[in-house]
């Protein structure tokens, strides 16, 4: 494939986003890419994912990863490919949609480093597997696969490759040993009072001012709660309450997402958060105890050292040492680590810089201006984001494939 069709192809999947376990649209496109192609071509594996075999002779099987799904965000990015879709979210709302964390370009560099390994199949022996997979967003879709049978039908691999797009200098990757991306525990809490009209509060139990003490009490459990040294990270990001100014609710619903890196910091902030929102409710004298409903849950993502180290040699040779760089702990979360575990299998999975360079040098002081992962402004620059990616899939898988038999 020449780089304008996959530039066409990345376009397409952007314009037409899909939300997790409705990607029906975009699992059709990019099966009928690995058809082309020549792939083993197997489709709504764990519901909507695809699966693209290639059995080259004895061999390691490499399975290489992509994300599919996109999220209830209304895109700003104003570009000619923007956006307009909707869709309907869990909840039965009518939602926009866009592909705010680059699962798009993910799938586009896979499906470009799937074409690159089967020409040069005479230099490789083995498996490869090609999976693009539903449901990233919601911590599942990985599991779902592994549960239909992923490895029953298709092999087990024994080296679980990906990556994901993030605002670092497109050209560039970044990779890490051990540790690298966040758990993640999820929840939907909703907080019971007692509703009466907005002139008469000493007759009501106000969820908003509780729902408002809980947001705030929160805050404190990272920088009263946790060691300077450990990680955490607490997040409200949805506050949903009454339909007008002068009706006091009868509930309010919060949503928080929790982070950490180690199971005893994990326990710790569990644990204050239950606790926080108990006593908060408590304090409100509210006539019903909390409701606290886990909506999604990710495990830490740990890169194995020896894989890491080979792949990153291998990621040095395709691109050079200087575009191939060590980075921190990323507090984002991912599930493709539950692949490799349901293989007993090394995982590397590093990070493929997305940002315009020039856009990232004059924004160095200040991060908060180079657009990100989840926001309504993002959008990974094409190339050499694109070209970088599908040489970085077909690199690492090569270097873990057999050299063929002569």
């Known amino acids: 494939m020449t780089i304008v069709e996959l530039t066409h192809l990345y376009k397409d999947l952007h314009r037409?986003?899909?939300?997790?376990?409705?990607?029906?649209?975009?699992?059709?496109?990019?099966?009928?890419?690995?058809?082309?192609?020549?792939?083993?071509?197997?489709?709504?594996?764990?519901?909507?994912?695809?699966?693209?075999?290639?059995?080259n002779g004895p061999g390691p099987t490499v399975l290489l990863r992509a994300d599919m799904d996109a999220l209830p965000v209304e895109e700003a990015t104003g570009l000619p490919y923007a956006s307009t879709a909707t869709g309907i979210d869990a909840d039965g709302a009518t939602v926009p949609v866009m592909h705010a964390c680059g699962h798009d370009m993910h799938m586009a560099?896979?499906?470009?480093?799937?074409?690159?390994?089967?020409?040069?199949?005479?230099?490789?022996?083995?498996?490869?597997?090609?999976?693009?997979?539903?449901?990233?967003?919601?911590?599942?879709g990985a599991r779902r696969m592994v549960e239909d049978g992923l490895y029953r039908r298709f092999g087990r691999p024994d080296i679980v490759l990906g990556q994901h797009v993030m605002p670092l200098?497109?050209?560039t990757v970044g990779w890490r040993a051990g540790p690298t991306f966040a758990a993640t525990d999820a929840f939907r809490v909703t907080l019971f009072g007692k509703g009466a009209h907005g002139s008469r509060p000493e007759v009501a139990v106000d969820p908003v001012v509780?729902?408002?003490?809980?947001?705030?009490?929160?805050?404190?459990v990272v920088s009263r709660e946790i060691a300077a040294g450990d990680t955490a990270v607490v997040t409200v990001g949805s506050i949903r309450a009454g339909v007008k100014g002068n009706i006091i609710p009868d509930d309010a619903e919060i949503r928080v997402s929790i982070r950490t890196y180690t199971p005893g910091v994990r326990r710790s902030v569990l644990a204050a958060f239950e606790r926080i929102v108990a006593a908060e409710a408590a304090a409100s004298n509210a006539p019903r105890a909390p409701e606290i409903v886990r909506t999604s849950s990710f495990p830490v993502?740990?890169?194995?050292?020896?894989?890491?180290?080979?792949?990153?040699?291998?990621?040095?040779?395709?691109?050079?040492?200087?575009?191939?760089?060590?980075?921190?702990?990323?507090?984002?979360?991912?599930?493709v680590g539950e692949l490799a575990t349901a293989a007993d299998a090394p995982l590397c999975f590093w990070t493929l810089g997305g940002t315009d360079p020039r856009v990232h040098r004059d924004a160095r002081l200040n991060a908060e201006d180079v657009p990100s992962n989840h926001q309504a402004t993002y959008a990974p620059v094409i190339e050499p984001t694109l070209s970088t990616g599908v040489r970085a899939l077909a690199?690492?898988?090569?270097?873990?494939?057999?050299?063929?038999?002569?």
């Open 301 to 335: 993502l740990e890169n194995d050292a020896r894989a890491t180290a080979r792949t990153v040699a291998a990621l040095e040779a395709a691109l050079g040492p200087e575009r191939v760089v060590e980075i921190p702990a990323v507090t984002a979360s991912e599930d």
């Open 169 to 171: 200098p497109a050209g």
């Open 16 to 55: 037409h986003p899909e939300l997790s376990f409705q990607e029906h649209r975009t699992a059709r496109k990019v099966a009928d890419w690995l058809t082309k192609l020549g792939y083993d071509v197997s489709s709504g594996v764990g519901g909507t994912g695809v699966v693209g075999r290639l059995g």
């Open 210 to 220: 509780m729902a408002a003490a809980v947001v705030m009490r929160l805050q404190t």
């Open 395 to 406: 690199a690492a898988a090569r270097t873990w494939l057999s050299d063929p038999i002569t």
């Open 109 to 140: 560099c896979l499906v470009g480093a799937a074409d690159q390994l089967i020409r040069a199949r005479a230099d490789w022996a083995g498996t490869l597997l090609v999976v693009f997979q539903p449901g990233e967003e919601v911590g599942s």
